[in-house]
Nanobody, 123 residues
Framework: QVQPVESGGGLVQAGGSLTLSCVDSGRSISPFRMAWFRQAPGKEREFVAAISRIGFSTYYSDSVQGRFTISRDNAKNSLYLQMNSLKPEDTAVYFC????????????????WGQGTQVTVSS
């Protein structure tokens, strides 16, 4: 079973940057499309970004397009999210997810999830 573990969250001022990492120490992530989702208090989990199995294609939500960059290193079983120009509305728990098939921006398309890492952006 794929067991992603996220890291890199924290507290940052608006306009700042953070880089999230997700590592699976148990199995290879190569067969999976990988994605980041986030969930703010009282809100549903929402799509942030996704990347195809070999990293050829990337997808972003409108709210982060141009500010966030998703990348992966299959040799290190790692997924990354570079977040720039952070805004208070980016505050949420960020989750790494692995999946196959389905729509890249749907929660149900992903079968393996990490525990999440908190990102807090102060104004």
């Amino acid at each position: 079973q794929v067991q992603p573990v996220e890291s890199g969250g924290g507290l940052v001022q608006a306009g700042g940057s953070l880089t999230l990492s997700c590592v699976d120490s148990g199995r290879s992530i190569s067969p999976f499309r990988m994605a980041w989702f986030r969930q703010a208090p009282g809100k549903e989990r929402e799509f942030v970004a996704a990347i195809s199995r070999i990293g050829f294609s990337t997808y972003y939500s409108d709210s982060v397009q141009g500010r966030f960059t998703i990348s992966r290193d299959n040799a290190k079983n790692s997924l990354y999210l570079q977040m720039n120009s952070l805004k208070p509305e980016d505050t949420a728990v960020y989750f790494c997810a692995a999946g196959q098939g389905g729509n890249y921006d749907h929660v149900r398309a992903y079968h393996y999830w990490g525990q999440g890492t908190q990102v807090t952006v102060s104004s």
